[in-house]
């Protein structure tokens, strides 16, 4: 099956994930490497949804409340003869509706994947530490003392944002331009995060090579559309609740996984 995929970039980059779990479950003894990162999630888990969910809810509830008003005003000066577009109006806010919710838990899980791959990040080392040497029969590291280690982790973090920054608030400024401008912002919006996402999960195997920021980049840019699968199929499973302790560390060990098979041959 997995041969078959691998003849389809999109298929086959999204198939990671799954992979890792088969590897883990022939490989038990990887479990003790997540015992500590899950219990992490734990408490980030009861204190993002604790926090950020309810508040989320409440923006999406006063957003759906306006849009109820709209919606009711809407079908009102309807002329008689177009009443048929009331149950459109109704269905098209229902949607929205749903689509609001979706982006919440999208957020949500992205942000909680942020804190989780840092806090968890000693331990998803030594993870991704043993599936390359599974993987390969080796693991590469560039030694650069724990001065400058940290230096580089805080660098990445900041670069993130920026890029974030550079690329998000023009996205944010399109919503002003009902529509089209919607469309893009949504679109570019996830593609962005995923991006991000995409960074977050191969960065234990790429940061112990010490590659620079653009390099990452460029190594999953050169690897489309397989990375593209593997970055939205990332997004959708931390974006979902109480599974996302879980889907976390799996789409870490997928992430070496990943480099291992598609970016390691580009290093070479």
Aim: net charge positive; glycine share 8%; charged share 15%.
């Amino acid at each position: 099956m997995l041969q078959i995929l691998s003849g389809f970039g999109l298929l086959s980059g999204a198939s990671y994930p799954f992979r890792a779990l088969t590897l883990f479950k022939k490989n038990p003894r990887l479990w003790n490497y997540l015992i500590v990162p899950i219990l992490v999630n734990i408490f980030l888990l009861i204190t993002l949804y604790g926090g950020l969910v309810f508040f989320g809810w409440q923006i999406v509830q006063t957003w759906i409340v306006n849009l109820s008003g709209w919606v009711d005003k809407a079908i009102a000066n309807l002329p008689a003869w177009l009443s048929i577009l009331e149950y459109l109006i109704v269905g098209l806010g229902l949607i929205l509706d749903l689509l609001l919710n979706i982006i919440l838990f999208i957020i949500t899980g992205f942000i909680f994947a942020q804190f989780g791959t840092l806090l968890g990040a000693p331990w998803y080392g030594k993870l991704s530490e043993q599936l390359e040497k599974l993987k390969t029969g080796k693991v590469e590291t560039v030694e650069v003392g724990i001065i400058r280690d940290i230096g580089r982790a805080i660098l990445f973090e900041l670069k993130k944002l920026v890029l974030v920054a550079f690329v998000g608030i023009p996205l944010l400024l399109a919503n002003f331009f009902p529509g089209i401008g919607t469309l893009i912002s949504t679109v570019g919006g996830i593609t962005l995060t995923a991006i991000i996402v995409c960074l977050d999960f191969l960065d234990a195997p790429l940061e112990r090579r010490r590659l620079r920021f653009r390099r990452k980049l460029k190594m999953i840019f050169a690897t489309l559309p397989a990375s593209a699968g593997f970055s939205l199929v990332c997004l959708g499973l931390v974006s979902i609740p109480l599974l996302n302790l879980v889907t976390i560390p799996l789409c870490v060990a997928s992430g070496t996984l990943f480099f291992c098979d598609r970016l390691l041959p580009k290093l070479k």
